[in-house]
């Protein structure tokens, strides 16, 4: 939740903290705020309420003169969205943008009002101003002030701070919220996420937590919390700043929806072996997932859903117990764990508050840990990395930047990865012959090219939006491995359009929801070819026996419904097991059409940002 971004070198620093603030946007949107200084350390600071563009316009008549500064998107947390609580927060010439949570903001904000600091806003950030501000009077360098500072945090921090009486120079620390260094020539760089500054350098210091330093134009430095010099490496990112931006397309959700082939291309390279009948993961402890005896997912929103149709394939396919939990929940309902559970945390970001929580609590409760995540190098791979004795590694997705709030690559991606996992589970454990792993294979490695013709009927999927786009609420119903995919789709419609929708398993409609039905609620029926699949044609006569108006996601091949329901979408038929990820490819066409259609903020939903680092 948040962006920061933060720039010193020898170019004015306002249009680089612009656009490094655009590609952050993402995460969040509230208000927005830059602060620069020139060379004598004169400081401009401009905030706006709203989004970017807000900010944009006022310093169109307003600039920011100076090649070192900060900038900051926020996502509210302390203090409503207002353009006194909005960042960067200063105090005596300490400027500060901070993306994060602090815990205990409560005390610290009464001990600095005794001290006789005056307090402008009703943020906790402007906590850290102040603890720095104090620190410098008393005559420590801005690095140790910094490091002072966060000392006195209990919480999630990244934090970038500028002092007018060091001009050239920025401190910054993390503990939690993600922060990079990005290395350019004779100019630095800080920023919450890479593609914010890839434009400019390739080169990044990924940060740990507790690491507090500076960056200046020719130099860095970073210090671990205890104040001693640390060596972080410089790591080179492969993937150009193209790959991050719309390419031509009106949103990125639609670009991203559009290149889920290559990204599912991406996720099975070199993972399928036809030789020898083979799933090759790489990253993953394959002692721990042959020891395992009970696999535990814990994961939050879309993740989640992924999760549960992951823990369907792990089950059938490899005959270990699987349990889904959403990670908010699991770490406070002190869960029975042990030595022998596998607990897998799945994440686009990497860094959502709660899984990583959750993570850690089972980690410390003696679990094997693996992650399922996009994100290299993120908070979760982190604590999966393996070589101390419980970290058994990360499956990383390659989607490649999700930059969309709705999540739709990553999870397609997540599917495919959790359908190998649970093949390479089989595989170690002989519960699956030779012909069906190969089955199960081709089956993934034929999805690209059947995802292509689901998203080559996009206009369908518009013209069925368009019918339905003043819809008040509606209904999605699955069954088994599609029951998730109707989670999904209810889930992507409400977060982009605003329609109240749920999903719901089919077979529970009877026992409640069914009292919904009427004929101003439209019912999307996954019927799907598989073993729920007579059951789910019952559950649709049940449905429109009572007035509803019954939609239904069919295979190509099935005719068998044409005159009982009002709307239709087809994929082709492909193997049981990857029909979700093809199901679930014109339920985000419809949500996305639905959204653009009543001219909403598709890439960015009201109240929601795309890494929920706040529990
Ligand atoms: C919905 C969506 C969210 C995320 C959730 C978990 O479209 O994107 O529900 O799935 O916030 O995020 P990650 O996967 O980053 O842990």
Redesign the pocket.
Known sequence: MCGIVGYTGTRPAEPVLIEGLQKLEYRGYDSAGVCTLDDRGVRTTRRALGKLAALKARLSSEPCPGTTGIGHTRWATHGRPSEKNAHPHESDGVTVVHNGIIENHRELRLELQARGRVFTSETDTEIFAHLIALARQQGLPLLEAVRRAVGRVQGAYALAVVDEKTPGALAFARLASPLVVGVGEGEMFLASDVPAVLAHTRNFVFLEDGDCGMIEAERYVVVDAAGVAVQRPVKTITWSAVMAEKGGHKHFMHKEIVEQPRAITDTLRGRLSFDDAAILLDGVDNGALLSTRRVVII??????HSGLVGASLIESLARVACSVELASEFRYRDPVLDADTLVIA???????AD?LAALKEAKRRGCRVLSVC?VVDAAIPRVCAIGDGLGAGTLYTRAGPEIG???TK??VTQLVALHLLALQLAQLRNTMTKEALLEDMTALAHLPIHMEKVLAREDDVRALAQHHVNARDMLFLGRGLLFPIALEGA??LK?ISYIHAEGYAAGEMKHGPIALIDDAMPVLVLALPGPGYEKVISNLEETRARGGRVLALVSDDDHSLDDQIEGVLRVPTSHQRTMPVLAVLPLQLFSYHVADLRGLDVDQPRNLA???TVE
């Open positions: 994961a939050c929103g879309t993740s989640w799945i994440s686009q970001s990497g860094e959502t899984t996009n709030v709705a999540s990553a999870f889930l992507k977060e795309k890494s929920v």
